[in-house]
């Protein structure tokens, strides 16, 4: 089966001799590690069955979050939190988009450009919303997701997606204040509230005059700003899940490698037709890394009472689920090799138990970290 990073591997070499100069840090190193991710390269680590002593090795992972290989976990314990903190009202999610005639704007100036897009649009937000027609309290708690792609990962369509509880808590705190119903916020005006916002934010930044070059009557035109009902808020979350901690391409969507092509399969957008492409081997490698982040950019944002290290008093079933969560974080940690002292060579790791195929239960027995081509980190296990 073809993967993403067989794909990179066979073709960013090319890439990089013909771009290496102009290619930011972040994609060089996402690229080099991506390319390596469960090779052995980057180190490995080897399993024994307490039983039959049968052992199996496994290429180590470094969890960038850019390699299809390393998020489905983080995906699912995310889902799992953020279902655990739903209330139980009617949930909006609210988009914000940029025209296609600034995009590429954007995409140079990713680190401005994405925080603008969080910002102006959460603030948009809580302004209408708390309109005394509408909410009547700006103390409102919600999420947004970063989203750069579409249904086909070669197009370039950053927008940010906001989940958000069709209410807010009174100014004094003493109660719950609900949404009209079906209704948050006016569509319309945040469709012309937003640019205005976002200018503002590229003017502070240094950023107006290669946007009025890009399309000068793009800031008095509405912006697409799309509002949904949807429910209890579980299909929202679930539907997000899989953008949060996702690459723009997944691994089983890729139907073929070779030394000049790559053939990948997309969902035409509004449909549900599959269709399959056949693109250059440089231009699969520069519609992978157009998605790249730049460090310290985050993918999600919380606001206000919806942050995790928020004080607000949450219902105690909401709470004892969260409290599982954490009990299980915890005995994740304790067998986790990262708390190995960094200063030590040899150390001793909790054993971690996994169920294969015939029901062996395998120990962790040796695990070698490996950076830059050198072994700096190794741990064995409990004699």
Known sequence: MSTVAE?????????????GKAMPREHRRMLSLVTRCRTGE???FIKQCDTCSNQQWYGRSWGNRHCPNCQNDKSALWLAKRLARLLPVQYYLVTFTVPASLRMVVRANQRACYGALFDCGAQTLIELASGKRFIGSDRMGFFGALHTWGRDFT????????????????????????APENFLLPQKAAAK????????????????????QADATAWFKPWTVDVQAVGNGQAALKYLAPYVHRVAISNNRIEAVDEKSVTYRFTLSGTKQSRTRNVPGNEFVRGFL????????????????????????FPVRTNAGLLLLGVVHHLFRRSNPKNMNP??????????????????????????CVANGRKFLQCQSHP
């Not at 640019?195 to 590229?202: I, L, N, Q």
């Not at 157009?290 to 008093?313: D, E, F, G, M, V």
């Open 7 to 19: 794909a990179l591997r066979q073709h960013a070499d090319q890439y990089v001799n013909q771009f």
């Open 155 to 178: 197009v370039y369509n950053p927008h940010v997606h906001f989940v958000v509880p069709g209410g807010a808590v009174s100014t004094d705190g003493s109660k719950w204040m609900s």
């Open 193 to 212: 509230v937003y640019p205005g916002k976002f200018r503002d934010a590229m003017r502070a930044a240094g950023l107006e005059q290669q946007f009025k």
């Open 42 to 44: 980057l180190g490995h």
């Open 343 to 368: 200063r030590s060579q040899t150390l001793i790791c909790y054993p971690t138990f996994f169920v294969v195929d015939g029901g062996h239960m395998f120990d962790l027995i040796r695990f070698l």
């Open 290 to 313: 157009q998605h790249t982040l730049p460090s310290r950019i985050q993918r999600i944002r919380y606001y206000r009472w919806a942050s995790p290290n928020c004080k607000l008093k």
